[in-house]
Nanobody, 116 residues
Framework: QVQLVESGGGSVQPGGSLRLSCAAS????????MGWYRQAPGKQRELVAT???????NYADSVEGRFTISRDNAKKTVFLQMGSLKPDDTAVYYC??????????WGQGTQVTVSS
């Protein structure tokens, strides 16, 4: 059974940093594209960042230069380092996995709140 478990969310002041982690199990992690999406209240879920199995990365324009996605295949974990956080970054952040057969799995989400 495929499972993604996020951690690291919380509350932070504007300009602060947070690091999200997503531990995967039940998938061919090293062959999978991993990513982070987010959904703010009243808005659609949107792409934040993805990282392919060959470490190619893609970022939303709104987070480019502030967020960094990385992966540790040995630990089957993907990370999202978030810096220079803004109130607009407030959302539930979801981990995402797409295996080589294009089957997708979502985590349960972790709340990030940026507020003074």
């Amino acid at each position: 059974q495929v499972q993604l478990v996020e951690s690291g969310g919380g509350s932070v002041q504007p300009g602060g940093s947070l690091r999200l982690s997503c531990a995967a199990s039940g998938i061919a992690f090293s062959l999978s594209t991993m990513g982070w999406y987010r959904q703010a209240p009243g808005k659609q879920r949107e792409l934040v960042a993805t990282i392919t199995h060959y470490y190619g990365t893609n970022y939303a324009d709104s987070v480019e230069g502030r967020f960094t996605i990385s992966r540790d295949n040995a630990k089957k974990t993907v990370f999202l380092q978030m810096g220079s956080l803004k109130p607009d970054d407030t959302a539930v952040y979801y981990c995402y996995a797409r295996n080589p057969h294009w089957e997708t799995t979502w985590g349960q989400g972790t709340q990030v709140t940026v507020s003074s």
